[in-house]
């Protein structure tokens, strides 16, 4: 089947702007994950998902941040009013048991994002 | 803060050559997990390793981790070019849940 879908992979946008980041997890995955990825560095994690609700919001780094999942598929990350600082590559992730991080995570290619 | 820590942060070698990167971390965990990606991409699980084995193969592949130093490493075999990517390690500490923490990461460059 299809691995985690991404969209959109570029995305450019003005300081001030809202935007709004698209995961389609792997079909059956209960779990999903969001990460932040500067350049050249590791990843921050920021958010994790066990079907439709989020047990750990501790990583969304201000309440720019939003992120919603419906129908424990698709997924939704928001940041309201983005500043430069936020300019990074936005990781989604899945994996097949929640609450167990013994499953491996499968990512998607990421969306860039790029504030002006 | 940086859980893990790999290191050398970048690595050259030569094809035929074996890569071994290290992975440092600081609190007691569950598991240990590498991950590849290769330029624009995401990352790939390649192996994963429970707080209770001390050693892990996968085809060209080999994982040990060592509890007590609290260190893991990754030792590729008769590397290829196609095996030039960064390599993160994650770790999966006790008191997280399921959160992932992963380093920065080692930039290995194999030249054919």
């Known amino acids: 089947g299809a691995g985690v879908s991404q969209s959109p992979s570029n995305k450019v946008t003005e300081k001030g702007k809202d935007v709004e980041l698209r995961c389609d997890p792997i079909s059956g995955h209960t779990a999903l994950y969001w990460y932040r990825q500067s350049l050249g560095q590791g990843l921050e994690f920021l958010i994790y998902?066990?079907?439709?609700?989020?047990?750990?919001k501790s990583g969304l780094p201000s309440d720019r941040f939003s992120a919603e999942r419906t129908g424990g598929s698709v997924s939704t990350l928001t940041i309201q009013r983005t500043q430069q600082e936020d300019s990074a590559v936005y990781l989604c992730?899945?994996?097949?048991?929640?609450?167990?991080?013994?499953?491996?995570?499968?990512f998607g290619d990421g969306t860039r994002l790029s504030i002006l | 803060s940086q859980q893990g820590e790999e290191d050398p942060q970048a690595l050259s070698i030569q094809e035929g050559e074996n890569a071994t990167m290290n992975c440092s971390y600081k609190?007691?965990?569950?598991?240990l997990q590498w991950y590849r990606q290769n330029s624009g991409r995401g990352l790939v699980h390649l192996i994963l390793?429970?707080?209770?084995?001390r050693e892990k193969h996968s085809g060209r592949l080999r994982v040990t981790l060592d509890t007590s130093k609290k260190s893991s490493s990754l030792l590729i075999t008769a590397s290829r070019a196609a095996d030039t990517a960064s390599y993160f390690c994650a770790t999966d500490e006790e008191t997280s849940g399921s959160r992932l923490t992963f380093g920065e990461g080692t930039q290995l460059t194999v030249n054919p």
């Open positions: 609190t007691s965990i569950n598991n």
């Open positions: 998902f066990q079907g439709n609700s989020a047990p750990d």
């Open positions: 390793i429970r707080s209770n084995e």
């Open positions: 992730a899945s994996s097949l048991v929640s609450g167990w991080s013994n499953q491996p995570q499968h």
